[in-house]
């Protein structure tokens, strides 16, 4: 059975700082690129970051570059999203994804709220209090 945990969402004051982690199961995550997503209430879901399997390629977001570094431990089978000086609109549902394309590029990772990725976890929620 595939499963994606997301772990380690909360509430943080504006300029914290929280790691979320999303261990996969029950498929080959080391063959998957992996991203994040979120989703506030009353918006789409939204493109954060992704990673290719290899590590090589990284794609963020610019609403949240310099601020957030995912990264993997394709042995731990973890994504991790190193999430750094957070704000208000960072509040949101964080969702993990795998994905097999084999993007190359950010338009593919990012496009249509993550439409063609094969599998999602259920979501961790980051909260930012000013």
């Known amino acids: 059975q595939v499963q994606l945990s997301e772990s380690g969402g909360g509430l943080v004051d504006v300029g914290g700082s929280l790691r979320l982690s999303c261990v996969g199961s029950?498929?080959?995550?080391?063959?998957?690129?992996m991203a994040w997503f979120r989703q506030a209430p009353g918006t789409k879901r939204e493109f954060v970051a992704a990673?290719?399997?290899?590590?090589?390629?990284?794609y963020y977001n610019d609403a949240v570059k310099g601020r957030f570094t995912i990264s993997r431990d394709n042995a731990k089978k973890t994504v991790y999203l190193q999430m750094d000086n957070l704000k208000p609109e960072d509040t949101a549902r964080y969702y993990c994804?795998?994905?097999?394309?084999?993007?190359?590029?950010?338009?593919?990772?990012?496009?249509?709220?993550?439409?063609?990725?094969?599998?999602w976890g259920q979501g961790t929620q980051v909260t930012v209090s000013s």
């Open positions: 994804a795998a994905d097999r394309r084999y993007c190359s590029g950010y338009e593919c990772y990012a496009a249509n709220g993550g439409d063609g990725y094969d599998y």
């Open positions: 029950g498929f080959n995550f080391e063959n998957y690129d």
């Open positions: 990673i290719s399997w290899s590590t090589r390629s990284f």
